[in-house]
């Protein structure tokens, strides 16, 4: 596995700039992401919460999270990421509510007193950036919450994103040939020695590999939960439904309970889990 650098996912993330904040509504399946990711965070985040949110781009979950905690940090290691943020919560009105703004890179939070907070919020991909060093970003994560605080990650998924990007499986051996194809399907990474057409490096995770990573023992798992997991349908299928509120809201309910099923976990877009520190 090719080491981390900073420089790429800050990179990327600055090129994409403001786009990044139509993520998550811009298709069905990314509308379904979020409404897991929402659920997750309305059962544990509480008004009396100092929370930190690392990865928080251009706030598609802060300008829910600070109306849901009673402080709120917000963190990226992108500048663009961190100004249209800054854009998105001075057009929501909501500015004011964040406490702080802070350039850091998730590998490194010791500009962060440790135990300072009750919650840390790391969702969306974060930790998926830093390929060989993700169990640093877990290990900062837990200096930096409080004894019994909580930590809500998560990852890009491996089988999601295969059942989805199928249609470039064979593209892909064409250009980067058997093994190379097989290398990414096996391990998730897309890294800069078996990828070197792309700079999006990245590890695409099973729950396996996030088990492997909190197999500490200050961490407890609270809760794992497969988010977009009925976004394998398709757009097109879920365009139909969308435009009935009725069926659209019978999916909803169905998505939020079935995303935690053991059996789901992995089938989801993003895999979440929600772990406290003992
Ligand atoms: C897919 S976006 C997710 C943004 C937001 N959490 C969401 O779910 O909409 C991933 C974010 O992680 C940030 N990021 C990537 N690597 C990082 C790192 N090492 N430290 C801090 N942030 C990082 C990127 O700049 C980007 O804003």
Redesign the pocket.
């Known amino acids: 596995m090719v080491a981390y650098d900073?420089k790429y996912?800050?990179a990327h993330?600055d090129r994409v700039g403001i786009y990044?904040w139509t993520?998550?509504t811009r298709s069905r399946h990314g509308e379904l992401n979020f409404l897991v990711h929402m659920d997750v965070m309305r059962r544990h985040i509480k008004d009396s919460m100092n929370v930190l949110e690392?990865?928080?781009?251009a706030g598609?979950?802060t300008k829910e999270l600070v109306q849901m905690c009673r402080r709120l940090v917000v963190?990226?290691?992108?500048k663009l990421?961190l100004d249209a943020n800054q854009e998105k919560m001075g057009e929501l009105g909501l500015l004011n509510l964040v406490a702080e703004y802070r350039q850091?890179?998730?590998?490194d939070l010791s500009p962060l007193a440790a135990e300072s907070f009750d919650a840390i919020v790391c969702?969306?991909?974060?930790l998926s950036?830093?390929l060989d060093k993700a169990s640093v970003g877990v290990q900062q994560m837990l200096r930096t919450v409080k004894p019994r605080g909580i930590v809500i990650l998560g990852v890009m998924s491996l089988i999601n994103s295969v059942v989805r990007l199928m249609h470039l499986v064979p593209p892909t051996k064409e250009i980067r040939g058997l093994t190379n194809t097989r290398w990414l399907l096996e391990t998730g990474l897309q890294d800069q020695e078996h990828n070197p057409e792309t700079e999006h490096y990245c590890h695409m995770m099973t729950s396996a590999d996030i088990d492997e990573l909190l197999d500490l023992d200050v961490v407890e798992i609270v809760e794992r939960r497969a988010a977009g997991l009925l976004g394998m349908a398709g757009e097109e299928s879920l365009n139909a439904v969308r435009a009935d509120t009725d069926l659209w809201n019978l999916i909803v309910e169905r998505e939020l309970e079935w995303s935690k099923l053991p059996s789901a976990l992995d089938l989801g877009d993003n895999i979440v889990y929600v772990v406290r520190r003992r």
């Open positions: 900073p996912p800050r993330y990044e993520r998550l690392i990865g928080a781009g598609i979950y963190a990226d290691i992108s990421q850091l890179d998730l590998v969702i969306g991909g974060t950036y830093l």
